[in-house]
T-cell receptor, first 114, second 112 residues
Framework: DVKVTQSSRYLVKRTGEKVFLECVQD?????MFWYRQDPGLGLRLIYF???????EKGDIPEGYSVSREKKERFSLILESASTNQTSMYLC?????????????FGPGTRLTVL | AQSVTQLGSHVSVSEGALVLLRCNYS??????LFWYVQYPNQGLQLLLK??????LVKGINGFEAEFKKSETSFHLTKPSAHMSDAAEYFC??????????FGTGTRLQVFP
């Protein structure tokens, strides 16, 4: 069974804290993605990575950074958490295929910033 | 640039009734199209996808969707709704970059 795991299901942090969200996949996928999901807005891409140590900005990268030191792990970092970053964060992975491949999703991390 | 529009943020049907969730897309290249489902407190799961070939695509749990290029649509249907179909459904489009552009989602409620 393919699997994408995320380090926490629920997380509560304070404004200004540095926050790390971890994602691990066991499918040897090249591509990994971080999305945030908000009611009425669907899923929006924050950052993605096509390979180890490689990253590209998505549609809403402001206030976030990422790290991919190993193929199976993709971390999302909130340098200084703010209340408008309260959201559901979803990680996904897929093979590099030039389009058309299914993305496999983790269960999500619901982050609340107080 | 690609985009997806899902008409209706909420759809309610009776158990046994037809389910129709609408999706229209915009793409400057031949698109890859997807429908994902999200059950409460879970991640997204692929229902079905269109890449090339047959325009009527069958997915899991009795769902199907038809790619209509002339209408730029990829509507999701199921002949008979079941209580277990209650969830949020997302349409998505991709080109050849492996990235997905999602619609804003449609929450399906099924009443007994």
């Amino acid at each position: 069974d393919v699997k994408v795991t995320q380090s926490s299901r629920y997380l509560v942090k304070r404004t200004g804290e540095k926050v790390f969200l971890e994602c691990v996949q066991d499918m040897d996928h090249e591509n990994m993605f971080w999305y945030r999901q908000d009611p009425g807005l669907g899923l929006r891409l924050i950052y993605f990575s096509y390979d180890v140590k490689m990253k590209e900005k998505g549609d809403i990268p402001e206030g976030y950074s990422v790290s991919r030191e190993k193929k199976e792990r993709f971390s999302l970092i909130l340098e200084s958490a703010s209340t408008n970053q309260t959201s559901m964060y979803l990680c996904a992975s897929t093979n590099r295929a030039g389009g058309g491949n299914e993305q496999f999703f983790g269960p999500g991390t619901r982050l609340t910033v107080l | 640039a690609q985009s997806v529009t899902q008409l209706g943020s909420h759809v309610s049907v009776s158990e046994g009734a037809l389910v129709l969730l609408r999706c229209n897309y915009s793409s400057s290249v031949p698109p890859y199209l997807f429908w994902y489902v999200q059950y409460p407190n879970q991640g997204l799961q692929l229902l079905l996808k269109y890449t090339t070939g047959a325009t009527l695509v069958k997915g899991i749990n009795g769902f199907e969707a038809e790619f209509k290029k002339s209408e730029t649509s990829f509507h999701l249907t199921k002949p008979s709704a079941h209580m277990s179909d209650a969830a949020e459904y997302f349409c998505a489009v991709s080109d050849n970059t492996d990235k997905l552009i999602f619609g804003t989602g449609t929450r399906l409620q099924v009443f007994p």
